[in-house]
Nanobody, 115 residues
Framework: QVQLVESGGGLVQPGGSLRLSCASS????????MGWYRQAPGQQREWVAG???????NYADSVKGRFAISRDNAKNTVYLQMNSLKPEDTAVYYC?????????WGQGTQVTVSS
């Protein structure tokens, strides 16, 4: 079984930065895929960024150039550095891990961008 715990969300002004963390525990393989998704009120959950083993990353167009995903395999943790935040980035951010044909989700962390 795998558990994911996100942290780092909060309230930030437009143009500000936040760093989200997702710590995984349990039976975690190094070759898994990890990603960040977000869900704004009244909207469907959308993919934000993903990272494979090593440094293979990809991003949604809406965050490209502003967000950066990274991982520390020794700590089984994935990060999302969010810069130049906009009000439309406001959402609950979820971490996802995929391995062995299964997908695991964290409980989410709220990010609010407002002046």
């Amino acid at each position: 079984q795998v558990q994911l715990v996100e942290s780092g969300g909060g309230l930030v002004q437009p143009g500000g930065s936040l760093r989200l963390s997702c710590a995984s525990s349990g039976t975690v393989f190094s070759g898994n895929f990890m990603g960040w998704y977000r869900q704004a009120p009244g909207q469907q959950r959308e993919w934000v960024a993903g990272i494979l083993i090593g440094s293979i990353t990809n991003y949604a167009d809406s965050v490209k150039g502003r967000f950066a995903i990274s991982r520390d395999n020794a700590k089984n943790t994935v990060y999302l550095q969010m810069n130049s935040l906009k009000p439309e980035d406001t959402a609950v951010y979820y971490c996802k891990l995929q391995q062995g044909g299964s997908a695991y989700w964290g409980q989410g962390t709220q990010v609010t961008v407002s002046s």
